[in-house]
T-cell receptor
């Protein structure tokens, strides 16, 4: 079945460091890919998305490129801030199915120290 | 403001009791979803609904029930048959179940069984 694999956390970085969170997927067809962020005690917020190969999603300084050849959607940010501390989830949705739900990775907790 | 509301934020239940979690959206979305979040396991789909008066089981529906009598509302009942109900419950909605439609999440309800 379809699945998403994320790098395990927690990830601890100093402010202004470069961030990469790896995400790879297994899916039939051509899924849409998403990154969601969850701040402590809150629901999930969509961070960015890409719906076809080679698309780059970007938001708030975060970027991820849909790489079909490597089935990857790695999240990157050039300079993290303390306020970026949160749990990040990679997710996919496959077209054509009746379910339409998101399939999530297990999440990667990011802590940014001043 | 458009969005998804969930209530209550915290809920405590004694063993053997049924409890109902509320989810309301004013985004005029057709599709609604319930997810369960456990530490280190990402999110798992409990039930989803594509349209009023229709709903389908997700991956972990046992011990749960839902209804969809109104487009705006998708309450989840955690029954006494659910063996391990302590978790964080997230409701989401999307315009439709197409793969490129993003899902919007509510703030969540944390259920604790005493």
């Amino acid at each position: 079945g379809d699945s998403v694999t994320q790098m395990e956390g927690p990830v601890t970085l100093s402010e202004e460091a470069f961030l990469t969170i790896n995400c790879t997927y297994t899916a039939t067809g051509y899924p849409s890919l998403f990154w969601y962020v969850q701040y402590p005690g809150e629901g999930l917020q969509l961070l960015l998305k890409a719906t076809k190969a080679d698309d780059k999603g970007s938001n708030k300084g975060f970027e991820a490129t849909y790489r079909k050849e490597t089935t990857s959607f790695h999240l990157e940010k050039g300079s993290v801030q303390v306020s970026d501390s949160a749990v990040y989830f990679c997710a996919l949705r496959t077209p054509g199915g009746s379910q339409g739900n998101l399939i999530f990775g297990k999440g990667t907790k990011l802590s940014v120290k001043p | 403001d458009g969005g998804i509301t969930q209530s209550p934020k915290y809920l405590f239940r004694k063993e053997g009791q049924n409890v109902t979690l509320s989810c309301e959206q004013n985004l005029n979305h057709d599709a609604m979803y319930w997810y369960r979040q456990d530490p280190g396991q990402g999110l798992r789909l409990i039930y989803y609904s594509q349209i009023v008066n229709d709903f389908q089981k997700g991956d972990i529906a046992e011990g749960y029930s839902v209804s969809r009598e109104k487009k705006e509302s998708f309450p989840l009942t955690v029954t006494s048959a659910q063996k391990n109900p302590t978790a964080f419950y997230l409701c989401a909605s999307s315009l439709r179940t197409d793969s490129y439609n993003e899902q919007f999440f509510g703030p969540g309800t944390r259920l604790t069984v005493l």
